[in-house]
């Protein structure tokens, strides 16, 4: 038989998909008053994967991921979403948004993506959120699924992340999960 645990905290991941470094920092100082202190992974990159945001952001897009400084109960990840969602409309103009955050859980395990949209492959959370299982970690790297967004499939966002998980696991020890909002 089974016996039910709480899974130990995640490390909450989030990706920035703008074109104006005002609005994005302007996200970010929202962002840390929802979820406590983040810190910049990695260096701002051009967001060339598709063209999907640029009719309603503009372009050229960049991306910069960043993280929470403190890890979060993988449960909380519905409600971040919600929050993010939140703030991508506050900084709308004309309807269209300016920046697009989307939060993400490493685990030693896996990384998920949430989602409002759902699909085959992804669980549904509550709240309209779905989690969609992005990467696994397997034989020492994170895999992409067939369903795994070209960029997150991509060397360097899989090297970002193998980097992440190094760190949040030599940290783990001792943390205990934050409540977020």
């Excluded at 960049?62 to 991508?88: S, T």
């Amino acid at each position: 038989m089974s016996r039910r645990s709480i899974p130990p905290p995640a490390r909450l991941v989030l990706s920035a998909i703008y074109r104006e470094e005002r609005r994005h920092e302007e996200a970010l100082r929202r962002v840390q008053a929802v979820i406590g202190p983040v810190r910049a992974a990695g260096d701002r990159i051009p967001f060339d994967w598709t063209e999907y945001y640029e009719e309603e952001m503009g372009a050229p897009l960049y991306r910069r991921f960043h993280v929470a400084l403190r890890p979060v109960a993988r449960d909380a990840l519905p409600g971040i979403k919600v929050r993010m969602e939140a703030i991508e409309a506050e900084l709308s103009e004309g309807g269209r948004r300016t920046v697009n955050l989307d939060p993400g859980l490493l685990t030693a395990e896996s990384f998920l993506l949430a989602t409002g949209k759902n699909f085959s492959h992804r669980v549904y959370l509550g709240e309209g959120v779905f989690a969609d299982l992005t990467l696994v970690y397997r034989k020492g790297e994170f895999q992409p699924l067939p369903w795994t967004y070209p960029d997150y499939a991509s060397e360097g966002v899989r090297k970002l992340l193998r980097d992440l998980r190094r760190e949040h696991l030599a940290g783990a020890q001792g943390e205990g999960a934050q409540p977020c909002g």
